[in-house]
C-alpha cells in the first residue's frame, strides 16, 4: 500500500485548499442537524415515565459527552501521527481540537450537574463516570496550559504531540481504575452491539443530536485549522497571495 | 561520557544537592500533618484514613522533587551534551530518575512507619501501605519526569507540570488506597499490588522513550 496520499496532509498549504471546500458547508449542515435533533428531542419526543421532562437535558448531556471522549482519541491519534510521521497538519490539528474537547467535556459536566441535581438530588456525586470526565477536562487544559507556556512553535507542537499520546494510552486506565473504584452512574445509551434500552421515539432525536454535534465539531476543527495555517504560513508567498486575493477571513 | 560516569556523576549531583531530597521529605510530612490538623484527630477518622493522607502527601512531594529534575542540566548545558553523547537519551532519563527515586523513596519509606503511628494506622497494615508506596511510586516518579521533560524550557513550570501529570496518578492512587483499604477489612490485597507493578511498568515503557523525544525537541 503506498502512503503517498498521506504525505499530502503534511503541506499545509494542500491541507488548506483541500479543506477550503468543506468547513463551512460541514459546519453550517451540523448546526442544522444539531437544532433540528434539539428542536425534536426538547419539544416533540415523549417525556420519561420517571424522571419527567428533565430527562430532555439528556439531549444535550450526551453528544457532548460522546464528543468530548472522541475528541480526545482523535487528540492521541493526531499525536502519534505527528510523532512518528513527522506530520505538520497533525500539530495543526491538536492546536485546533484541545480547547473544543475542552468544551465538550465542560459542557457534559455542567449538564450532568443539572441532570444530576433532579435524578439523584445532588450537583455532584463521586460517581466513576463523572470523575473521569472532570479528569479528561483537566487532561484537555493540561495541553492546552501547554501549548500557551512554551513560546517555540515546534517545541509546543512536539510536546502537545507527546502529552496527547501519553493521553490516549492512560485514558482506558483511568477510566477503568475509577469504574472499579465507583460506580453509580446508568450504563452508556449506545453501544455498537446492542439495542437500545430506550423508544425509538427518544433515541431517533438523540442520534440526530449525536449526529449533528459530530458534523459540526469536524466544521469547526477545519476552519479553526484553516486559520491556524495562516498564522503559521503568514510568511509565505500563497498565504500574501490568497490573503490580497480574498481579503481576511 | 559512558552510562557509568554519567551515573557517578549523576550521583554527585545529588549528594552534593541533598538539601532538595530534605526538602520534599519535609514538605511530606507537613502536608501529612495538615490532615489532622484540618479535618479531625481522632482515631476514629485517621485510622482508615491514613492511606489515603499518606498517598496524597506522598504523591505531592514526589511531584515537587520530580518536577525540576532536569532544569539545571538544561540551563548548565550539560543535557545538550546528553544529546550529542551518542548514548541513548531514554536510558540516560532512567538512570536519573531512578537514582532520584533511591534519594528520595527510601528516606521515605523509612519515614512511613513513624508517620504510621502518627495516624494510629494498625502495625499490621504498615507492610501493606509500604509495599504500596514501593510499588507504586516508580510510576509516580517516571510520569513525573515526563512533565518535568516536556517543560524543561519553561522558567516557572511547577504548577504546569501539577495540572500536566496529576490527572495521570489517578489510577496509582486508587489501586493504592483501595489495597490498603483491601487489607484493613481483612480481604486479599495482591491484586491491587499487581495493578500497581503494572501500572509503574508500563510507565516504564513510556516514559523515558517519550522524555527523550520531549527532551531532544527542547535541547535542538
Known amino acids: ?249 | 561520557m559512558t552510562y557509568t560516569s554519567f551515573m557517578r556523576a549523576q550521583y554527585a549531583v545529588l549528594w552534593r544537592s541533598k538539601q532538595d531530597v530534605l526538602n520534599a521529605l519535609l514538605f511530606f510530612v507537613i502536608v501529612v500533618t495538615l490532615f489532622p490538623l484540618g479535618i479531625d484527630p481522632s482515631p476514629a477518622f485517621l485510622t482508615p484514613a491514613a492511606g489515603g493522607i499518606v498517598w496524597c502527601a506522598t504523591v505531592l512531594a514526589l511531584l515537587m522533587a520530580i518536577e525540576g529534575v532536569f532544569k539545571e542540566d538544561y540551563r548548565d548545558g550539560s543535557m545538550e551534551q546528553w544529546v550529542v553523547s551518542g548514548l541513548s537519551l531514554s536510558l540516560l532519563v532512567l538512570i536519573k530518575v531512578m537514582l532520584q527515586w533511591g534519594a528520595v523513596v527510601l528516606p521515605l519509606l523509612v519515614m512511613t512507619p513513624l508517620l504510621g503511628q502518627m495516624l494510629f494506622l494498625p502495625n499490621d497494615d504498615l507492610g501493606v501501605l509500604m509495599l504500596t508506596l514501593l510499588l507504586g511510586t516508580p510510576s509516580i516518579f517516571l510520569m513525573g519526569a515526563l512533565g518535568a521533560a516536556l517543560t524543561v524550557s519553561l522558567k516557572q513550570g511547577a504548577m504546569l507540570v501539577m495540572l500536566l501529570i496529576l490527572p495521570f496518578y489517578v489510577p496509582v492512587i486508587i489501586f493504592a488506597t483501595s489495597g490498603l483499604q483491601a487489607a484493613q477489612a481483612g480481604l486479599p490485597y495482591s491484586g491491587f499490588l499487581a495493578m500497581l507493578l503494572a501500572m509503574s511498568l508500563l510507565s516504564l515503557v513510556v516514559s523515558p522513550f517519550l522524555s527523550a523525544i520531549a527532551i531532544k525537541a527542547s535541547v535542538n
Open chain 1, 1 to 249: 500500500m503506498s502512503w503517498a496520499w498521506l504525505h499530502k496532509f503534511g503541506s499545509p498549504k494542500w491541507f488548506f485548499y483541500w479543506s477550503y471546500a468543506w468547513a463551512r458547508p460541514l459546519f453550517v449542515s451540523g448546526l442544522l442537524v444539531l437544532v433540528v435533533g434539539l428542536i425534536w428531542g426538547l419539544a416533540f419526543a415523549p417525556e420519561d415515565y420517571q424522571q419527567g421532562n428533565s430527562v430532555r437535558i439528556i439531549y444535550l448531556h450526551v453528544p457532548a459527552a460522546m464528543l468530548a471522549q472522541s475528541c480526545y482519541l482523535a487528540l492521541g491519534i493526531a499525536g502519534l501521527v505527528g510523532l512518528v510521521w513527522r506530520i505538520k497538519t497533525a500539530a495543526i490539528f491538536i492546536n485546533a481540537m484541545a480547547p473544543i474537547g475542552a468544551v465538550m467535556a465542560f459542557i457534559a459536566l455542567v449538564t450532568g450537574a443539572i441532570w444530576g441535581k433532579t435524578a439523584w438530588g445532588a450537583w455532584w456525586v463521586w460517581d466513576a463516570r463523572l470523575t473521569s470526565m472532570l479528569v479528561l477536562f483537566l487532561l484537555y487544559m493540561g495541553i492546552i496550559a501547554l501549548q500557551n507556556s512554551l513560546e517555540e512553535v515546534a517545541l509546543a507542537d512536539k510536546s502537545a504531540a507527546v502529552i496527547s499520546l501519553v493521553g490516549l494510552i492512560n485514558l482506558p486506565i483511568i477510566k477503568y481504575s475509577v469504574v472499579w473504584w465507583n460506580t453509580l452512574h446508568q450504563g452508556a445509551t449506545f453501544t455498537l452491539t446492542d439495542k437500545p434500552a430506550m423508544p425509538a421515539s427518544m433515541w431517533l432525536p438523540l442520534l440526530v443530536a449525536v449526529i449533528g454535534f459530530y458534523v459540526l465539531v469536524v466544521g469547526l476543527v477545519l476552519w479553526r485549522m484553516q486559520s491556524d495555517i495562516l498564522w503559521r504560513e503568514r510568511r509565505t508567498s500563497w498565504v500574501k497571495q490568497e490573503v490580497t486575493k480574498h481579503g481576511v477571513y
